[in-house]
Each structure stands twice: as structure tokens, then as C-alpha cells.
């Protein structure tokens, strides 16, 4: 019997915890690893799909037999998986035909979501609200990686930001303006 052993190269790669989703998507630029990318942001759409769909199927439609729970399942999970793949790949391919990775790459991702929205639903007026809307989350979230904020914090980042800027008034060093003319004349 061959055993496999797992080599680290120093103790601190042995008890570095596992990388995070979020880890894994944001690794490289905007515009490299597509199926890194792709891999990452449809397991996020599996796994709310899933739960979507369960609650559906125990609360809401209640279908009976086997293969009605598995469409069900199909007919939620499959939309969100298809929205996911449609903003990884509009976002990777638009960083790379424009040469630019800024937020309007994000805002092509987010439309082009949208649109898979709206042929979901099967409705023009609901999709091109939600290409609006996603779009616009897009840009959010964009702004907020350019700018090392967080959209969604845990409780990590939240304990480690608080006692970060623990014991100062104002905003951080780190986004202190300098002081201009005006204000060292003050000084």
C-alpha cells in the first residue's frame, strides 16, 4: 500500500488554515484564472441555490415525488449558477478586451447577469431592473476592494478593524490626508 503524506514547507504552511472562497476568487487580478473564478462563484450559487431551493420545496411548493422536488431544484439552482457564470465571465472578458481592470468591468458582469435574470423570469422589464440593480451592486463591490473596505464583514475583519483603530479619534493613518497649505498655516 502507498500512503500519501502531506509536505509543507515550514510549520507556518501546516497550521495556515484552509483559503476561504473569497480567498480563492480574489487570488488573482480581474482577468486571470477564469476557471479559478468560475469554479469559485458558481459553488456560491450552488450552495444558495440549494438552500433557496429547500426552503421552496419544505415551505412553499411542496411538490410530491422525486423527480417534481429534483425540478424544482433544478429550476432555482440552475438560473443562479447560469447569473454567476454570466457576471464571472462578462467581468473577465471585458478586463480583457478593454485592457482596464476598473469598475465598469464589474458593471458589464453585473448587467449581463441581470439578463440572465430576466430570461429566467421570462420577463424584459425585470431583467433590465435587475441589470440595473446588479450592475450598480457590482460597481459596490469593485469600489470596496479598490478601496481595502469590506461589503460584507465577518467577525474577523470586524474584531481586527475595531482594535486596529482602537484608542484613535478620527479616521485612520492610513486614509489621513496631508496637511495642505492652509492647514500648516493653521498649525
Known amino acids: 500500500t502507498l500512503l500519501i503524506q502531506p509536505t509543507f514547507r515550514s510549520l507556518e504552511d501546516a497550521i495556515k488554515p484552509p483559503k476561504s472562497f473569497n ?63 454570466a457576471f464571472t465571465m462578462g467581468t473577465y472578458a471585458a478586463t480583457n478586451l478593454r485592457g482596464k481592470d476598473d469598475t465598469i468591468n464589474y458593471a458589464i458582469g453585473g448587467a449581463l447577469a441581470g439578463g440572465v435574470y430576466g430570461a429566467w423570469r421570462k420577463s424584459p422589464v425585470s431583467g433590465s431592473c435587475a441589470a440595473i440593480v446588479l450592475a450598480f451592486a457590482g460597481v459596490v463591490k469593485k469600489l470596496s476592494l479598490q478601496e481595502d473596505g ?17 484608542g484613535t479619534i478620527g479616521p485612520s ?13 493653521r498649525q
Not at 429547500?54 to 447560469?82: C, E, H, Q, R, W
Open 23 to 85: 480567498d480563492r476568487f480574489y487570488e488573482y487580478p480581474d482577468g486571470k484564472d477564469a476557471a479559478g473564478k468560475m469554479m469559485v462563484a458558481n459553488a456560491y450559487a450552488l450552495i444558495g441555490g440549494l438552500v433557496i431551493s429547500t426552503y421552496d420545496v419544505v415551505m412553499i411548493s411542496k411538490p410530491v415525488g422525486f423527480g417534481n422536488i429534483l425540478a424544482k431544484y433544478m429550476y432555482n439552482t440552475g438560473p443562479l449558477m447560469g447569473m454567476a457564470s
Open 150 to 166: 469590506v461589503l460584507f464583514p465577518n467577525q474577523r475583519t470586524m474584531h481586527t478593524r475595531a482594535s486596529s483603530s482602537a
Open 173 to 185: 493613518s492610513k486614509t489621513q490626508k496631508r496637511a495642505g497649505p492652509r492647514e500648516r498655516s
